[in-house]
Nanobody
Framework: QVQLVESGGGSVQSGGSLSLSCATSGYISRRYCVAWFRQAPGKEREGVALLNTDGTTVYPDSVKGRFTISQDNAKNTLYLQMNSLKPEDTAMYYC???????????????????WGQGTQVTVSS
């Protein structure tokens, strides 16, 4: 089974940058739909980046132009580069994967099979 472990979270000032990593136990390639989600206390889990099986990416307007999802297939690692961070970006961040060859219809948590434990990102006000 695929196992995901996030790292790279921390505290940063508004306008700063962080890079999150998601190490996987199995082979994660372009044939997997992978994504990053975040959840703040009292808020719904929100998708912030998606890399689909066809190589296309999806970002919500809230992070578009600031966040970039990528993966290193040789290292079985997924990344989320976050720039120009804002206080509203403060949340627990989770990586997720759907399944081999399964195309993702969107950033909907219910369609993802595999989840990491999360890493905290805090952006100072």
């Amino acid at each position: 089974q695929v196992q995901l472990v996030e790292s790279g979270g921390g505290s940063v000032q508004s306008g700063g940058s962080l890079s999150l990593s998601c190490a996987t136990s199995g082979y994660i390639s372009r044939r997997y739909c992978v994504a990053w989600f975040r959840q703040a206390p009292g808020k719904e889990r929100e998708g912030v980046a998606l890399l689909n099986t066809d190589g296309t990416t999806v970002y919500p307007d809230s992070v578009k132009g600031r966040f970039t999802i990528s993966q290193d297939n040789a290292k079985n690692t997924l990344y989320l580069q976050m720039n120009s961070l804002k206080p509203e970006d403060t949340a627990m961040y989770y990586c997720a994967a759907r399944g081999p060859t399964q195309y993702c219809s969107g950033l909907t948590p219910s369609i993802f099979l595999y989840w990491g434990q999360g890493t905290q990102v805090t952006v100072s006000s």
